[in-house]
């Protein structure tokens, strides 16, 4: 009889509990949008290869703005130029945070790179390093020169190929990473340097990019539902933390490399961006004091940005 009047009142105590939470909530005023499932919300209506165009099917029917539920969380989805300029100008402070997934934990250093960093005195100064020191004019135009002969290289291979089929794509994602190699680490990293051991392949290096690209626009169930990520059904965050692992090696040997070349060198002059974050982070004046993480991890993002 006590277990039985135990388990009444609990059941009575959670219903009053929640009666009270019903009646007292706030009315919101909410965009309209579908009703969503139970667990899972919303995200079986953008099931499928192409969920771009079931999200276009979404806003021909709801409009400019609409809610969606994500699993556990609620999602606003703006997509007119008017919703654009409120989200991305009029509200862009209070919008400004990006959500903690586990493609900025496990790929980019426990969110330190910028892309995935909160808003506040880290990020704003990696914005400002951006801005100031690493895509200004000046800086692009002492540039050039890289960009020219990867160019030229470029245009020698396909000469030699006259006659023959090429993979336009291919050749053009070649020359884009290895501008990018170049201009962030110093070195190519897409081609074999000689009879000289390299850290790891051409292949295995774009290897490398292809998936830290891949795995950080991925949908990950344990992102829309936390409660199920220790589970990893897609598998995803086991990547992540590979290539993660994989990438830190990388940078580790590259900033060696650096600081190598830059030890007892008078009045360094920086050759590629990697040099640049070096020679900030021993700058005592910045606001937030760059350590070797988020030199790595400036790093990656720029090799996103570039691409």
Not at 23 to 38: A, D, E, I, Q, V
Not at 124 to 149: G, H, N, W, Y
Not at 187 to 214: A, C, H, R, W
Not at 225 to 251: E, N, S
Request: positive net charge; aromatic residues 10%; charged residues 25%.
């Amino acid at each position: 009889m006590e277990l039985s009047t135990f388990a009444a009142l609990l059941l009575a105590t959670v219903a009053v509990i929640t009666l009270f939470r019903h009646l007292t909530r706030r009315k919101l005023n909410l965009p309209p949008g579908p009703k969503p499932w139970p667990i899972i919300g919303n995200l079986n209506l953008l099931a499928g290869p192409l969920p771009h165009r079931n999200m276009h099917a979404l806003v021909q029917k709801y409009g400019p703005i609409m809610q969606l539920q994500f699993g556990s969380f609620p999602v606003v989805v703006g997509s007119s130029v008017e919703m654009a300029e409120a989200i991305l100008k009029t509200n862009d402070v209070k919008l400004a945070d990006r959500p903690r997934i586990a493609a900025g934990k496990y790929t980019t250093y426990n969110y330190s790179n910028i892309t995935w960093s909160q808003y506040g005195p880290y990020w704003r100064q990696a914005r400002k390093i951006c801005l100031m020191e690493i895509f200004s004019p000046k800086r692009l135009d002492q540039f050039e020169t890289v960009r020219v002969q990867e160019l030229h290289a470029l245009l020698r291979k396909l000469f030699l190929s006259a006659g023959k089929p090429i993979d336009a794509r291919d050749n053009f994602s070649d020359l884009s990473l290895s501008v990018i190699s170049r201009l962030v680490l110093g070195k190519n990293y897409t081609v074999k340097s000689g009879s000289q051991k390299e850290f790891m392949s051409p292949k295995e290096f774009k290897e490398m990019i292809d998936e830290l690209f891949l795995l950080n626009g991925v949908l990950d169930i344990g992102d829309s539902i936390p409660w199920l990520a220790f589970l990893d059904l897609q598998g995803y965050i086991k990547r992540m933390k590979a290539v993660g692992q994989l990438f830190d090696g990388f940078l580790e040997h590259t900033l060696n490399e650096h600081q190598k070349r830059r030890r007892g060198v008078k009045d360094y002059v920086p050759q590629d961006m990697m040099d640049i974050l070096l020679q900030l982070s021993d700058d005592p004046n910045l606001e937030v004091q760059l350590d070797r993480t988020a030199v790595k991890a400036f790093t990656m993002d720029f090799d996103r940005r570039w691409d």
